[in-house]
């Protein structure tokens, strides 16, 4: 405005005026009045009209909305003993482009932040076209303090939860585990995830133009905490479940191993081990073995622990009454040019010492004097071919071959446990209807307050005769000796499988099992232990397998208080 001589009206110029003067004054003089109409109304478009725009504009510098982490549900035991939980921690994070380039302040957060200056220097370059980068994650609220104090430009702070894991590689395939954003990756962290997370709040915050806190406004929603989730797992059972599984794989330089231990009147799973394992605080390097929950993802060929719930159904069809004996000998017979063997020449044997002497040619001939496929049928019943329903994800189904064109040999192989597949979870949840009069209970992850009901699939005696059966199996001359409890009575089976490779069944490598029920007289547990691929001199179940099952059933009943029911054998 003062460019222009627009006022300039003294007499001492205007003589000087040339001769066009008068017409060219009138002229600046319209210019500038318009000059002036028009910052008016910019004026009046400022302060009135777009004041609202403007102001809000400007406060969305400072007044923000941020989001309020949820404490994501605790997991506990089923006494509430904790086994994963949530600790509120600090991840720092910066905007490259305010962070100042003053060495001492550089040096001064690189000591904080714990790193070396050349690595902070070098990351700060690399992101220098950003405005975000992580600083350091989840970090102690201590420890981030240390940082936030030097109150350094751009670097900032973000409040969240972080999962920790007492019980380390004790459980961590069934619980699972969360990634770095808190979401469930795996196991039950996974399979609970909307449960166990809760939802975000939100709240109002006032931050100067550094980005710092300056005041708390409002909080516009509180977050909701998640769920807090109580397994059926006992951690007392399943740190020793899991001691002995680790000491037996190792010993036998076995590939890995499982234990599952049930509940025998509810169906809950007490303890449920797994190696390999892998610790949930510590991921660096871990091996994707360990992550699996083999007890109930995986699938094997079961064997011979088949021929008690096999012998079930062929007792309820009345065709072998107590007395019935069979002729073994000599240990091996051809069906359809396919050769069965038992590892020994057992002669005659009755029922229970079929089962006892765990003879594959004993079953095989029972089964071959029926017309109905009893045997497939009640592994159907017992759930063989459907998941167990505990909502764990990944679990298997296990399969029983359809009745189509059955061979001889087929069949027969079934009723000694070959030609399906099935999981430890399954195999244990079949063997509660033998522990309970012939009901088979579902298994639970979670604690039960109730039992459920039970699915009646044997009848009740032929369980119980079974139950008997097995409990002669476990004796001190059986093959199964190493299985027994002192001070309580034990029914259980052995099962040496050889494992199929590539080209058939392999001659070096063998699957160790044991189910047991413990104790006789009032079934409280249901148990089985499975050794993958033991490398020593032994690697029978009653060798490898047993002598777990015995360690682990005996400080299991005496932890949870179970009354002896026998006395102690010197
Ligand atoms: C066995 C099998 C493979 C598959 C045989 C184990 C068959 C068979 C084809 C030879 C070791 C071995 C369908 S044995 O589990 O019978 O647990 O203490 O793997 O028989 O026909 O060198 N178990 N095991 N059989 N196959 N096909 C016995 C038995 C069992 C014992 C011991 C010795 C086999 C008493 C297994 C144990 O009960």
Redesign the pocket.
């Given at each position: 405005m003062s460019a222009t001589p627009s006022s300039g009206v003294t007499p001492r110029r205007r003589p000087a005026s040339p001769p066009m003067g008068r017409a060219r004054y009138f002229l600046v003089l319209v210019l500038v009045a318009i000059g002036m109409l028009l910052l008016a109304g910019r004026i009046v478009t400022l302060h009135v009209l777009d004041r609202p725009f403007l102001q809000g504009q400007g406060n969305a510098r400072i007044l923000r909305t941020e989001p309020l982490s949820a404490h994501r549900g605790m997991i506990t035991d089923r006494h509430g003993e904790p086994l994963a939980i949530s600790t509120p921690v600090v991840t720092l994070w910066a905007n490259p482009q305010e962070v100042p380039e003053d060495r001492i302040q550089r040096l001064m957060l690189a000591q904080a932040l714990e790193t070396p200056l050349e690595t902070l220097d070098a990351r700060l370059e690399r992101y220098a076209e950003h405005e975000f980068m992580y600083l350091r994650r989840q970090l102690t609220p201590q420890a981030a303090q240390r940082v936030l104090d030097l109150r350094l430009a751009g670097v900032y702070a973000q409040h969240e939860y972080k999962r920790y894991y007492p019980a380390g590689e004790v459980a961590a395939q069934l619980i699972g585990v969360t990634n770095v954003d808190d979401r469930g990756q795996e196991g039950l962290e996974l399979a609970y995830q909307p449960f166990l997370a809760g939802t975000p709040g939100q709240r109002r915050v006032v931050k100067d133009r550094r980005g710092q806190l300056v005041r708390d406004l409002e909080v516009l929603r509180e977050a909701e905490p998640g769920g807090e989730l109580t397994l059926a797992i006992d951690q007392r059972l399943q740190y020793m479940a899991y001691r002995e599984l680790k000491a037996a794989v190792a010993e036998h330089g076995a590939d890995g191993g499982i234990v599952v231990m049930l509940d025998a009147r509810t169906g809950e799973v007490l303890a449920m081990a797994n190696q390999p394992s892998y610790n949930p605080n510590n991921r660096a390097g871990l091996d994707p073995q360990g992550l699996r929950n083999r007890a109930i993802v995986d699938v094997f060929?079961p064997?011979?622990?088949m021929?008690p719930l096999a012998m079930s159904a062929l007792l309820e069809t009345g065709e072998f009454p107590p007395g019935t004996v069979v002729d073994t000998a000599p240990g091996w017979m051809v069906i359809d040019r396919?050769?069965?063997?038992?590892?020994r020449n057992y002669g005659e044997l009755n029922l229970a010492e079929i089962l006892e002497?765990?003879?594959?040619i004993g079953m095989s001939k029972l089964t071959l004097q029926l017309d109905d496929p009893v045997v497939p049928e009640r592994y159907r019943a017992l759930g063989f071919d459907r998941v167990p329903g505990t909502g764990f994800p990944g679990e298997a189904s296990g399969s029983v071959p359809a009745p189509v064109r059955w061979s001889s040999?087929q069949w027969a192989?079934l009723s000694?446990?070959?030609?399906l597949s099935v999981s430890a979870l399954q195999l244990a949840s079949a063997y509660t209807a033998i522990a309970n009069h012939g009901e088979r209970l579902p298994p639970s992850l979670l604690r039960v307050d109730q039992a459920p009901p039970g699915e009646p699939v044997i009848d009740p005696q032929v369980a119980d005769r079974i139950l008997a059966m097995m409990d002669q199996a476990v004796e001190p001359e059986s093959?199964?000796r190493r299985a027994q409890v002192p001070g309580y009575s034990v029914a259980g089976?052995?099962?040496?499988?050889?494992?199929?490779g590539g080209a058939g069944?392999q001659?070096n490598a063998?699957r160790?099992?044991?189910v047991g029920i413990a104790p006789v007289s009032e079934p409280r547990i249901v148990t089985v232990v499975m050794i993958d691929h033991p490398r020593g001199d032994d690697?029978?179940?009653?060798?490898v397998?047993?002598p777990v099952f015995s360690r682990v059933v005996g400080s299991a009943l005496r932890l949870l208080d179970v009354p002896p029911d026998q006395r102690e054998r010197p």
């Open positions: 060929e064997g011979s622990v021929k396919f050769t069965i063997k038992d590892i002497k765990s003879s594959n040999s192989a000694y446990g070959y030609g093959g199964a089976k052995t099962g040496t499988v050889r494992k199929t069944y001659e063998y160790s099992l044991f690697y029978f179940g009653g060798a397998a047993a």
